[in-house]
């Protein structure tokens, strides 16, 4: 067989969608860019095939430990670097055909001194105005070729479904922030501004896993729909 199929998948945070699986099964390995964040959901890939793992800034219990920072792969014939945090390399890339990252949740594919930059996006839980995509890349083993097939996991949701104004949501998230910066619980919060418990700790974890953010990076980290 002259040409091999990879999956190539990011920030699931701790979410392995049904569609995921099913196009992961058509691929010969998987390749992970990062914020796995659970042992289940590791597990759960190990199952499916051979899977490359790099650590992201939500892999931070001792499951994650034995899991590097950055990987270098050769794969039939194509030398790959892989790490979570684009910005975070500090490797010399001389060789590499592809880096291949996550963590911005966006898909990209653009092509610099001959090095191909790859993010996947994200197939995890969704957030405000992003689609959910993996990738395909398939490696011509003949000619040393290869190409990415975005997969758009959910056409059937649009960016703005069921979305709720931002302007409101940035208010609402200001003020999360400064009750819980006063001292309050996650419940007391909830109860106060009368919405779910499970809302104020989604904003409250992104509030202090990523130092400096402000309320419109916060909006486009969150999972509106769920899963």
Known sequence: MSKHKIAIISDTHSLLRPEIIEKIKECEMIIHAGDIASKETAEKLKSLGRVYFV???????????????????????????????????????SGMDI?????????????KDSICYFNPGSCGPRRFHQEITMAILTINEADKSFSFEKIDCLPHITADSGKLPDRDMAKLIKKIVKQMNAGRSVGEIAVKNRIDEELVKQILQIYTTHKGIDEKGILDRMDIWGK
């Open 55 to 93: 650590r992201g800034n939500a892999d931070k219990d001792s499951w994650a430990d034995e899991i590097p920072v950055s990987q270098e792969l050769e794969l039939w014939g194509i030398n790959i670097f892989i790490i979570h945090n684009r910005r975070q390399i500090e490797n010399e890339l």
């Open 99 to 111: 880096v291949i990252y996550g963590h911005s949740h966006k898909y990209s594919e653009e092509y």
